[in-house]
């Protein structure tokens, strides 16, 4: 997976961008690299805390497609510092359990978790 992954998490900060869409015009919402988490279990699920993101799940429950940015200048991209990484994937909104609860402990300040499940990267930087 990405390149400046370390123990399940993003190492480098940088900013976030999620996209989703609904029925509606796309919508973004942002976050930090730090709170990218992904699932021990190898199966190619990210984590995200989510305190608001209240568009975000209306979007995800009317189509779950979600497309994420991010990047760190701290990274090695193709040919100079700084690195760019276009995921995609399907989202959904988990409320309870062993993940959640794992979760929770890390980012006390969450009240649901965004659980991504990736289907394509990409490097664009």
Avoid: C
């Amino acid at each position: 997976m990405i390149t400046f992954i370390r123990h399940g998490h993003f190492s480098h900060e940088g900013v976030v961008s999620i996209v989703t869409w609904g029925n509606d015009e796309p919508h973004i919402v942002n976050t930090w690299n730090s709170y990218l988490n992904i699932t021990v279990t190898g199966d190619g699920r990210l984590l995200i805390p989510a305190a608001g993101m209240r568009k975000t799940q209306k979007n995800v429950e009317v189509n779950n497609k979600v497309k994420i940015t991010l990047g760190s200048k701290e990274v090695m991209g193709y040919k100079f510092m700084g690195t760019g990484f276009l995921i995609e994937g399907t989202g959904k909104f988990v409320e309870a359990g062993l993940e959640f609860n794992m979760m929770k402990g890390k980012y006390p300040f969450l009240n649901r978790v965004l659980e991504i499940t990736v289907t394509s990267q990409k490097q664009t930087l």
